[in-house]
């Protein structure tokens, strides 16, 4: 795949960094930027998709939902004596 090139700023003290574990690794500092977005996408993209489930699911109303105020009861209990069971969704 063809492969494009972007522009971004960095703190000084960032890029020495970045400079240093590209020598350390042998690797250009390009090459470690670029890796280190892809990771950085890959392991980020399941929270984008979970949003974007939410979001259809409200859209076409079939999502399950807690009403505000029972989850702050609950939370209010949580790690005390009198904790309760987390709410259902209705």
């Known amino acids: ?8 700023r960095l ?3 960032t890029l020495e960094k970045l400079g240093a574990m590209a020598e ?9 930027m670029a890796h280190a ?3 950085y996408i890959e392991h980020e993209a399941w929270q984008v998709a979970a949003i974007q489930t939410a979001v259809d699911e409200l859209d ?4 399950e939902l807690v ?3 029972t989850v702050v009861r609950w939370l ?3 790690g005390t004596e009198g904790e309760v069971e ?3 969704c209705r």
């Open 24 to 32: 350390a690794m042998h690797r250009p500092r390009a090459w470690l």
């Open 76 to 78: 209010d209990h949580w």
């Open 1 to 8: 795949m063809a492969s494009k090139t972007v522009s971004v």
């Open 67 to 69: 009403e505000h105020a």
């Open 11 to 13: 703190k000084s003290e």
């Open 37 to 39: 977005i892809e990771r």
């Open 86 to 88: 987390p709410p259902s």
């Open 60 to 63: 076409k109303e079939q999502a």
